[in-house]
């Protein structure tokens, strides 16, 4: 989920806290407690400060070893004893609890987006990408700010924020209905789908699909049950050229490889270079692949300049590999 939506989720985590009745008989360790759900609801997300080094090292470990089994452990421990450590008299197992269980729906509900997390490490590195909610999802972030007001304005936080996430449950289940329909419409449509990706949109009855058959891909769209294909792709394996080879090493595209399930790749020839491009299916947004990785390699087989990330223009991907 986006930032703004963990940190409204630590809020309500905290306001069900007070359904403990320790919690609830004590104050302070309300307020820490508060303050845990918050923090924890944030902490997995605090790698976000790789972005600063490049694009390549926030790829490849974004949602990635801060979400893993140990991680989660370690957030939990961390940050209720620096809380612990400024307010000592307080219960240092219901905050570490409240606070652990924070960091924890962070990661479960990360899972379910098209992004995903590597939420199994160390026992697998396989991404885990449910896709069928979105990474921001108006409709639970609205619920969530409601749920603040009706607390402000005097209503029991337990109770309310029991309500709230009995309804964000069944919205979940019904947004797993929703994709499941769609997996199987589309098998329906391609008996030899291998791979599906979903994406849903802002809107509720619409989606993105990245499929993934025995020769081709296939990109389109999901409209009230209906299914349109926008785009379709060869598959076609990676050549075993040096050009290749040498662009694999490259720290951009093999952070781009090391995450991306479904892409295609052009080779391009130009008067003192080779480009080689890399382009996820998964993401089309308004005619264009916004996430790509690209190496642009010179005849003397020496990488001059290589780029990763999401762009929204072919002017501005040409201007970021300039100055790299």
Do not use: C
């Amino acid at each position: 989920m986006d930032t703004a939506t963990h940190i409204v989720m630590g809020v309500a985590l905290g306001g069900i806290a007070t359904l403990d009745p320790v919690v609830q008989s004590d104050p302070v360790l309300f307020h820490a407690v508060l303050v845990g759900t918050v923090a924890g609801s944030h902490a997995p997300d605090f790698d976000t400060i790789l972005k600063m080094k490049s694009n390549a090292v926030y790829i490849r470990n974004h949602r990635g070893a801060t979400h893993s089994i140990p991680a989660i452990l370690m957030w939990g421990i961390l940050i209720a004893g620096i809380i612990h450590a400024f307010v000592p008299q307080v219960n240092l197992f219901h905050l570490w609890a409240w606070t652990f269980l924070a960091v924890i729906i962070h990661v479960l509900v990360d899972i379910f987006n098209a992004y995903g997390t590597q939420a199994y490490r160390p026992f697998t590195d396989r991404w885990v990408a449910h896709g069928f909610i979105n990474t921001f999802d108006p409709y639970i972030f609205l619920l969530h700010i409601a749920g603040i007001i009706a607390w402000i304005l005097g209503a029991d936080p337990g109770y309310t924020w029991l309500i709230i996430y009995t309804v964000i449950l069944l919205y979940y289940i019904k947004r797993y209905l929703d994709k499941r329909e769609i997996v199987r419409k589309i098998n329906d449509y391609f008996p030899d789908t291998e791979k599906i990706a979903t994406s849903p949109t802002i809107k509720q009855n619409k989606w993105r699909v990245a499929i993934t058959a025995k020769d081709k891909f296939y990109v389109g769209t999901v409209e009230n049950g209906h299914i349109q294909i926008v785009d379709e792709f060869k598959k076609i394996p990676l050549p075993k050229t040096k050009i290749m080879e040498l662009a694999q090493k490259d720290a951009n595209i093999a952070a781009f490889l090391s995450f991306s399930p479904i892409y295609r790749w052009e080779i391009n020839d130009f008067d003192d270079f080779t480009e080689v491009r890399f382009i996820d299916l998964r993401y089309r947004s308004k005619g264009h692949y916004p996430f790509v990785a690209v190496v642009h390699i010179d005849d003397n087989m020496h990488i001059m300049s290589s780029y990763t990330g999401w762009i929204y223009s072919e002017q501005k991907l040409q201007n970021k590999l300039l100055f790299t």
